[in-house]
């Protein structure tokens, strides 16, 4: 004698990953000290686990804590408009 088992599962895809940025309240007067603050970064989902890039004409104005806020990563960060690309990888 034979028997079956009819089974139905969904394979779902992982959410798409998403890295906000929240500016710290300004203004910022120059010169900045090395470490200031200048927002606080965001990734989700929220089990996201991987690591975050900085890229960019000035990513090497700037750094990520350990708290994932975007800080200043050197000595009196000097009047300016400033851009980097913050890259979450899986």
Do not use: R
């Amino acid at each position: 004698m034979s028997a079956s088992v009819n089974v139905v599962f969904d394979v779902v895809s992982t959410p798409a990953t998403s890295v906000t940025f929240t500016p710290a309240s300004g203004p910022f007067v120059a010169p900045l000290a090395d470490g200031t603050v200048l927002g606080q970064l965001a990734v989700l989902p929220a089990a996201w686990n991987g690591t975050l890039t900085i890229s960019g004409a000035n990513a090497a104005d700037v750094s990520i804590n350990g708290s994932l806020q975007l800080v200043t990563s050197v000595a009196n960060l000097a009047v300016g408009a400033y851009s980097v690309t913050i890259t979450a990888n899986p």
